[in-house]
């Protein structure tokens, strides 16, 4: 059986701080060839071409019948977990952890105990 396991999904957070208004300087310096570096990541034209197609995913999410299996940090810095919340319930079949305390690389040891227990259960079902 096919499975999808997600940690802390992007769930067009991106779009929605930097690219949303398409009059601001982020969008129309994307637009023009230009990049948006952020959290280590590099964001250019192409990725602001898939992010409008898709967004928000929320149609696409319901298209998904695959058992999905999603955890999250409350305390996660870098996408706001309540976004991730929210997308899951547009998946049918979709098993939510919430990691009370965790940022969002999920390192600390205690969070990623409970991370990899979470990811054992949902592969175990």
Known sequence: ?????LRCPGIGTFYYQYLKDKSSQNYLGVK?????????ETFNI???NDIEQYYPLSHLAQ???IPVGIVHGDCDEIIPYQDTIKFSKYIENCSLHIIKGARHNLQVEENHNE???SLREFFKK
């Open 1 to 5: 059986m096919k499975r999808l396991f």
């Open 32 to 40: 023009n060839g230009g990049i948006i570096k952020t959290h280590d």
């Open 46 to 48: 192409e990725i602001l």
């Open 63 to 65: 298209k998904v019948k």
């Open 115 to 117: 991370f990899r227990k």
